[in-house]
């Protein structure tokens, strides 16, 4: 008993991995052409989407996250070069006391983007619900993704699979690389299933005309 016991945890050891290996290896092949890291080179969409994450690893003592920061620096790149002529951003707001996109819209205000050129999605609650919501709430087929790199191959491969035409503008890593890149590989799984389920964003609502 003991012997057929360990011999299945080895085999579901290995099919996990397996698993993991391949749908990393697809979101990587699949996304490769649309990844731009230089602002000069990336072509311009009327949208950028913001992909949000939390401002602060300890926000007591103000500690701000560096993949946040990254992130704003990115989207004000953008901006500022013609790339983008409104983002989008979008996050968690599930609760009183946590607001990704206001935090971003300030943090963007206070970088020379205008507050009109600035959209709120208070319901990006994961990158499916962003992705989903920009297509259908806010109009957008086609426009630019801004996060990390490896955040933005999950993004745009959704998005692919969704008939999307997006590009994506990689901003700098953070500090937590690994604890990061053993994230994202369960989550290119979970994303797997969502598309073979048809997941659908948790919330949508009415439509929001961009000029």
């Known amino acids: 008993m003991v012997k057929r016991l360990s011999g299945l945890l080895v085999v579901m050891g290995i099919l996990a991995i397996s698993v993991m290996w391949v749908a990393n290896y697809y979101v990587n092949k699949e996304t490769k052409s649309q990844l731009f890291y230089d602002v000069n080179k990336i ?9 949000g994450t939390a ?35 979008s996050g968690d707001n599930s609760t009183q006391y946590y607001n990704e996109p206001a935090l971003m819209r300030d943090d963007l205000i206070a970088r020379g983007v205008p507050a009109n050129h600035i959209i709120m999605d208070n319901a990006g609650f994961r990158t499916l619900d962003s992705i989903l ?9 086609g426009f630019t993704i801004i996060s990390q790199t490896f955040h933005n191959q ?8 969704k008939g999307l035409k997006t590009v994506a503008f990689c901003s700098a890593d953070g500090d937590d690389r690994i604890r990061e890149t053993i994230r994202e590989k369960l989550a290119r799984v979970k994303m797997m299933l ?9 919330f949508y609502g009415e439509k929001i005309d961009i000029p």
């Open 133 to 141: 919501r920009c297509r259908d709430i806010f109009g957008q087929a």
């Open 154 to 161: 999950r993004a745009v491969f959704i998005a692919n699979n």
């Open 55 to 89: 401002k602060y690893m300890d926000k007591a003592r103000q500690i701000i996250n560096l993949y946040y920061q990254a992130r704003i620096d990115a989207a004000v790149a953008l901006y500022m070069a013609g790339k983008v002529d409104y983002i989008i951003v």
């Open 43 to 51: 072509p311009k969409n009327k949208v950028g989407l913001l992909l």
């Open 194 to 202: 969502d598309l073979l389920l048809n997941k659908q964003a948790k």
